[in-house]
C-alpha cells in the first residue's frame, strides 16, 4: 500500500538570520525569516509526509505560539515526524522536491542536503531527489525576497 503526500513552504529573505535549507547552513548575506530556523525544504518534505499520513500540518504539531519551537532545527521537526511514518507502519519510498530561490545557487549544496536527508530518514540517496529553481526574477523569490520549496514524498506499508 503505498500513500502520497504534497508539501509546499515559503519563507522571506531578511538580513541577520542564517540561510539553512536542507540542513545545510549555506553561505548569504541573507537568511529564512521564521519562529525556527525556517528551513523551507525540510518544512515542505515535513508537511508532505504529514499530508501522506493524513495528519493535518507542520503547523499544528509545532505551532509558531509554542516556545519550544523558537529557534529550532527543523532537522529535529522531521526527525519527530519521521517517528510518526514509522509507528503507522510506513517507510519512505521516495521523495522529489523544488528549491525555488533566486540566488545563491544551490547546485553546490544539494549533495550534502541528500546526505543529511539520507542519514535522518533512513533511505537511500538514490530515493532523493532535491532540484534548484529559479523564478526567473518574477515574483518576491525573482526579487530575492523570499525562498519556496515543495515536495512530494510516497511512503509505503513496511512489510
Do not use: C, W
Amino acid at each position: 500500500m503505498f500513500r502520497i503526500g504534497l508539501g509546499y513552504d515559503i519563507h522571506k529573505l531578511v538580513e541577520n538570520r542564517p540561510l539553512i535549507i536542507g540542513g545545510i547552513n549555506i553561505p548569504h548575506n541573507k537568511g529564512l525569516l521564521g519562529h525556527s530556523d525556517a528551513d523551507v525544504l525540510i518544512h515542505a518534505i515535513i508537511d508532505a509526509m504529514l499530508g501522506a499520513l493524513a495528519l493535518s500540518d507542520i503547523g499544528t504539531h509545532f505551532p509558531d505560539t509554542d516556545e519550544k519551537y523558537k529557534g529550532i532545527s527543523s532537522v529535529e521537526l522531521l526527525k519527530n515526524v519521521y517517528s510518526l511514518v514509522l509507528e503507522t507502519g510506513f517507510v519512505i519510498n521516495n521523495i522529489d522536491s523544488n528549491i525555488i530561490i533566486q540566488e545563491p545557487k544551490m547546485k553546490p549544496y544539494i549533495p550534502k542536503m541528500v546526505k543529511l536527508l539520507s542519514d535522518v530518514l533512513k533511505i537511500s540517496v538514490a530515493d532523493i531527489s532535491i532540484k534548484a529553481k529559479t523564478n526567473e526574477q518574477m515574483d518576491s523569490v525573482g526579487q530575492k525576497e523570499a525562498v519556496i520549496a515543495n515536495a512530494v514524498v510516497m511512503l509505503r506499508k513496511d512489510k
